[in-house]
């Protein structure tokens, strides 16, 4: 029997494993998945401190500023000093903006095959994903293994 584990990151595997394909077929083998939230953010809402691009993009301060480092290496974002000595401002690289064009193509095309995914599904996968959140962040996990193992 598959645990949910499992489940959960073989599916994540498969979906994002096919976005950077994709990508690296674009030309673009340096650009991940997980970049996308950084750049969208950025286009939208313009350069930003970390901590305020980890609170838009509903990730931890940790797994933005991880990201924001990838990002960096690959000359797709730049560093700056903010007001505070403490505080970094990211900012998209002429590279950066230079691809956004296929990098936004490739936003259409997942959002599209996405759809024809979720026509497949009983239920639409992010419904399904927002749903548990919303349940988990009722009552984390924890809470309920400790509960199941008092019986």
């Given at each position: 029997?598959?645990?949910?584990?499992?489940?959960l990151?073989?599916?994540?595997?498969?979906?994002?494993?096919?976005?950077?394909?994709?990508?690296?077929?674009?030309?673009?083998?340096?650009?991940?998945?997980?970049?996308?939230?950084?750049?969208?953010t950025l286009v939208s809402q313009g350069p930003m401190a970390i901590r305020d691009l980890a609170?838009?993009?509903?990730?931890?301060?940790?797994?933005?500023s991880q990201t924001v480092v990838e990002m960096r290496r690959c000359d797709l974002v730049t560093l700056e000093k903010g007001a505070d000595a403490r505080q970094r401002i990211v900012h998209l690289t002429p590279k950066a903006q230079a691809t956004l064009p296929e990098i936004e193509a490739e936003w259409a095309a997942t959002e599209r095959a996405v759809r024809e995914l979720d026509a497949e599904l009983p239920v639409p996968l992010a419904e399904v994903l927002r749903a548990t959140v919303e349940a988990l962040e009722r009552r984390p996990f924890r809470d309920r293994i400790e509960a199941a193992r008092a019986g």
């Open positions: 029997m598959t645990g949910l584990g499992t489940l990151r073989h599916v994540h595997e498969l979906m994002d494993g096919a976005i950077s394909d994709h990508y690296a077929d674009l030309g673009l083998p340096e650009y991940r998945p997980r970049f996308s939230p950084v750049v969208r609170t838009a993009i509903g990730v931890t301060h940790s797994a933005a």
